[in-house]
């Protein structure tokens, strides 16, 4: 449907006579790409289809599963990559010329969808945001009260939890969880309110802004791609760092170092790696702080294990990723 959608747009854009009759854009090395504005249907839609059609089926399915199958939501995710700083117009390039079957780089793909047009990300995404986020006002702020309410819910999507339909529970049972968890009830209820609000998951209720102790809730698909895909990616845990609150002053100045390096605007790949090793560390210290403190943590604090298995993946990937350019002599521009 939503490839559809786009070639009627792109038909109604061949036939408009205010579009100049070649276009052209600029790359990086400052050389100059014309095209005729005739082609400009075909070039679109080559770029659509390396980001939604010619992935492999779990990157696609993130994607979609970004926007909710929405056909609205899509054609904005792929106008924004497009518009993207992020996105080096080389890469637009080889894709639409289909240059060596090279398509428009993952880790680029997930930058421009987490910072738009912003240098550095800043939580406020459509698509994309920090589940290891807290807010000021809880009264115990912690980094993995999101993902343990986000795992609540997708381990229990196809139970009859508190009602019929299964994968929905009400939000007393979703803060009791969280209040044997060590969290404060109203934590948990500001919480829910907050991944509602980002829509990583959604009420049964349709009137209701607010969720209240007595509203059915269910995880989205979204909330489940931040879980299952997003928190393994570097570049997701790489982008999230500069909107991270953290009970660690050292980490702050050593996460803020590596971003203020007047070298690296943009952190080499030896800087990533300092940043997924010092994310990686303060959340297995912060996890295995909360086992010593909360009794029922380690049985049933899935989401802080989720997140810690993830972030030590998301250390290999980088390390790998490095190895596998390595061992291929360095062929190919490395964007990190």
Not at 102 to 131: K, Q
Not at 183 to 206: C, I, K, R, T
Not at 248 to 264: E, F, G, I, K, M
Request: proline share 2%; net charge positive; glycine share 6%.
């Amino acid at each position: 449907m939503i490839r559809k959608r786009l070639e009627i747009v792109l038909a109604q854009v061949g036939d408009n006579d205010d579009i100049a009759k070649y276009q052209r854009y600029q790359l990086e090395s400052g050389a100059s790409v014309s095209y005729s504005a005739s082609r400009l249907g075909n070039f679109l839609m080559s770029i659509y289809l390396s980001l939604f059609e010619r992935r492999d089926s779990y990157t696609r399915n993130a994607l979609e599963a970004l926007v909710a199958r929405n056909v609205r939501r899509a054609l904005g995710m792929f106008a924004d990559i497009l518009s993207s700083p992020h996105i080096p117009t080389s890469q637009i390039t080889t894709t639409v010329l289909d240059i060596g079957g090279e398509r428009i780089a993952e880790d680029n793909i997930l930058r421009a969808l987490m910072r738009g047009r912003y240098r550095l990300f800043n939580n406020r995404s459509v698509y994309i945001r920090n589940i290891l986020s807290t807010n000021p006002d809880w009264t115990r702020p912690s980094n993995f009260l999101y993902a343990d309410l986000l795992e609540f819910l997708i381990r229990n999507r196809k139970q009859k939890i508190d009602f019929s339909v299964e994968g929905y529970a009400s939000g007393e049972t979703i803060v009791n969880r969280m209040t044997q968890l060590g969290y404060e009830e109203d934590d948990a209820l500001s919480a829910l309110n907050q991944l509602s609000e980002w829509g990583l998951v959604e009420s049964e209720s349709l009137l209701s802004k607010t969720l209240t102790s007595v509203d059915a809730v269910q995880v989205h698909a979204s909330g489940f791609i931040h879980m299952r895909y997003l928190l393994m990616q570097p570049e997701y845990i790489v982008g999230i760092s500069t909107d991270l609150s953290v009970a660690s002053n050292n980490l702050s100045v050593d996460l803020a170092s590596v971003w203020n390096n007047p070298r690296h605007p943009e952190p080499d790949f030896a800087g990533r790696r300092r940043i997924l090793d010092l994310i990686n560390y303060y959340v297995m210290s912060e996890y295995e702080r909360r086992i010593n403190r909360h009794a029922f943590y380690r049985e049933l604090g899935y989401g802080g294990q989720i997140v810690v298995e993830a972030l030590g993946r998301a250390v290999r990937r980088h390390q790998q990723t490095f190895v596998k350019r390595s061992s291929q002599g360095g062929r190919g521009h490395h964007r990190k």
